[in-house]
């Protein structure tokens, strides 16, 4: 039986008396060793709180107060990262929009539902739990639907893309290759017929898309992970520069423990500062990520990354001068 189990059946075990039970006692019902039964015991106690304690006295194992909800077998021993990635997962499935792909993931997401509820149990811890994904933009159905069936019909898919740097529409012919949900916005990464060359189209740009007749065209395994899996974010191209960001001791604190890239490089320094080394070939979402940390952060290289985050932060300074 699975640690999962065991948690759960030593858990009722207590919770259906108040009388303290013996080492020889939970190992009869349970099944269990002695030193299984105290590392069940010494897991729930540390790791999910559950108050139980040994009556030297009596000799036994007694729960001294139930949590709130009994049913929830507090939440069955799960790690704190599968917790985190059930919720994670559903949260992110309930953000499909109505329609045929969302059709398509109702069984998925009924035994998701249902593991969650095994876990969190029916009282109202649910209710105190919220995952919210901030800007997230408003995909049509439809074309996330035509995006998602391209991709796994493995056709061409033909649409109109507006860009927003450009503010114009284009029609675009691009073949499908992979479908990023990043920073709470869904991307699409494809072959553009049109540029011959890999690009990455925001979902929620596209328009009129319609599947085409022709296969995809598949680029070779190596391109596409040098293309999509080099750069710095969501932009295509092999990282072909490496940006060196020094954070002081305040900024440290956060930006160690955060994966900015695959290939990040983390030199601890001597005043609680950081420097890491990070793989990129283009600029926007890097310097729009360093900006976020204001005075905390300097660019010290490469010059031409040391420029544009000095030009912007010249810029955002000059807004402020002269006003009260």
């Keep these: 039986m699975a640690r999962f189990e065991k948690l759960q059946e030593i858990f009722s075990i207590f919770c259906r008396t108040r009388e303290p039970l013996s ?22 106690r540390d790791q999910r709180g559950v108050d139980i304690r040994y009556d030297r006295e009596q000799g036994g194992y007694r729960l001294e107060r139930s949590p709130d909800d009994p049913n929830a077998a507090v939440l069955l021993g799960l790690s704190g990262r599968e917790i985190s990635a059930l919720l994670e997962v559903e ?8 329609g045929f792909v969302r059709d398509e993931t109702q069984s998925v997401r009924s035994r998701l539902g249902k593991v969650r509820r095994q876990a969190f149990g029916k ?4 209710e105190r739990i919220r995952l919210r ?9 439809d074309a996330f639907a035509t995006v998602l ?3 796994r019909a493995r056709k061409r898919l033909q649409f109109v893309y507006r860009s927003r740097s450009r503010d114009e529409e284009k ?3 691009a073949s499908p290759l992979r479908l990023t949900f990043y920073r709470s916005n869904w991307y699409l990464a494809g072959w553009c017929h049109e540029r011959e060359e890999m690009r990455v189209f925001s979902v929620d740009r596209i328009s009129m898309p319609r599947c085409l007749a022709e296969t995809v065209y598949d680029p070779p395994a190596d391109l596409i992970a040098a293309e999509l899996d080099t750069g710095y974010g969501i932009f295509t191209g092999k990282a072909d520069k ?14 160690a423990e955060e994966e900015w890239h695959p290939g990040v490089k983390s030199e601890p320094q001597q005043d609680g500062g950081v420097i890491l080394r990070i793989p990129y070939k283009h600029e926007p979402e890097l310097v729009m990520d360093i900006l976020r940390h204001g005075s ?3 660019v010290l290289g490469p010059a031409s990354l040391r420029a544009t985050v000095g030009a912007a932060l010249a810029t955002a300074a000059a807004q402020y001068k002269g006003r009260s």
């Design 242 to 255: 490496v940006a060196v960001l020094r954070f002081n001791e305040l900024a440290a604190r956060w930006v």
């Design 91 to 98: 949260a992110l499935l309930e953000q499909i929009p109505p």
């Design 23 to 44: 080492l020889a006692a939970l190992c009869a019902e349970t099944g269990a060793s002695p030193a299984t039964v105290k590392r069940l015991i010494g897991f729930l």
């Design 123 to 126: 009282g109202d811890l649910t």
């Design 296 to 298: 905390n952060v300097e």
């Design 133 to 141: 994904m901030s800007q997230l933009r408003n995909t049509s159905a």
């Design 171 to 173: 029609t675009r012919s």
């Design 149 to 151: 069936s391209a991709l």
